[in-house]
Antibody, heavy 121, light 111 residues
Framework: QLQLQESGPGLVKPSETLSLICTVS??????????WGWIRQPPGKGLEWIGS???????YYNPSLKSRVTISVDRSKNQFSVKLSSVTAADTAVYYC?????????????WGQGTLVTVSS | QSVLTQPPSVSGAPGQRVTISCTGS?????????VHWYQHLPGTAPKLLIY???NRPSGVPDRFSGSKSGTSASLAISGLQAEDEADYYC???????????FGGGTKLTVL
């Protein structure tokens, strides 16, 4: 059974960089059948796709976040990660890592439990 | 303001049938992009309910069904149960925004 687990700081200061890692177990980030991505949910708001990555390293980002986001994959550790720079309070959210089946509007069949990241000084 | 529009809330009594709409435009649902639906309970990971418009993953009861027509899609839940009380989100792809987009979510209350 595939499992995804997010990890990283729960508190980030404004203007700094948010960094999260997703550890995949029961499956491989090196599989050519899937994409791996990040989705977030600000408190009291809906879901927002952040971006996705293919095992080859090809990335796809939400245009509204593209200038601040970097998603990468570490095949040796079976992990992928997200970095979001110059954060503000608006980036406070529960961040989920997830698996997609294709790049353009695919459904997400597996999700991590989510991790709350608060941006505050 | 979400690209896909959902009603903020719907409600129904146990055993009844409810539908949740997801209205898009010619750059997303109307362009033929797939629509997916998720059930989200607070504090848990969202769960895939319907994928590619009308397909159910294994383990999802056939009380849940999805459809798509024109620039809209719908999720229907029949035989409402108390455990269905949750937030529901639709998702598609938008060719102008060049990425996945979600609806604002609909809170289902089982009366």
């Amino acid at each position: 059974q595939l499992q995804l687990q997010e990890s990283g700081p729960g508190l980030v200061k404004p203007s700094e960089t948010l960094s999260l890692i997703c550890t995949v177990s029961g499956g491989s980030v090196s599989s050519s059948n899937y994409y791996w991505g990040w989705i977030r949910q600000p408190p009291g708001k809906g879901l927002e796709w952040i971006g996705s990555i293919y095992y080859s390293g090809s990335t796809y980002y939400n245009p509204s976040l593209k200038s601040r986001v970097t998603i990468s994959v570490d095949r040796s550790k079976n992990q992928f990660s997200v970095k979001l720079s110059s954060v503000t309070a608006a980036d406070t959210a529960v961040y989920y890592c997830a698996r997609h089946l294709y790049s353009g509007g695919s459904h997400t069949d597996y999700w991590g439990q989510g991790t709350l990241v608060t941006v505050s000084s | 303001q979400s690209v896909l529009t959902q009603p903020p809330s719907v409600s129904g009594a146990p055993g009844q049938r409810v539908t949740i709409s997801c209205t898009g435009s010619s750059s997303n649902i109307g362009a033929g992009y797939d629509v997916h639906w998720y059930q989200h309970l607070p504090g848990t990971a969202p769960k895939l309910l319907i994928y590619v418009n009308s397909n159910r993953p294994s383990g999802v009861p056939d009380r849940f069904s999805g459809s798509k027509s024109g620039t809209s899609a719908s999720l229907a839940i029949s035989g409402l149960q108390a455990e269905d009380e949750a937030d529901y989100y639709c998702q598609s792809y938008d060719s102008i925004l060049i990425g996945s987009v979600f609806g604002g979510g609909t809170k289902l209350t089982v009366l």
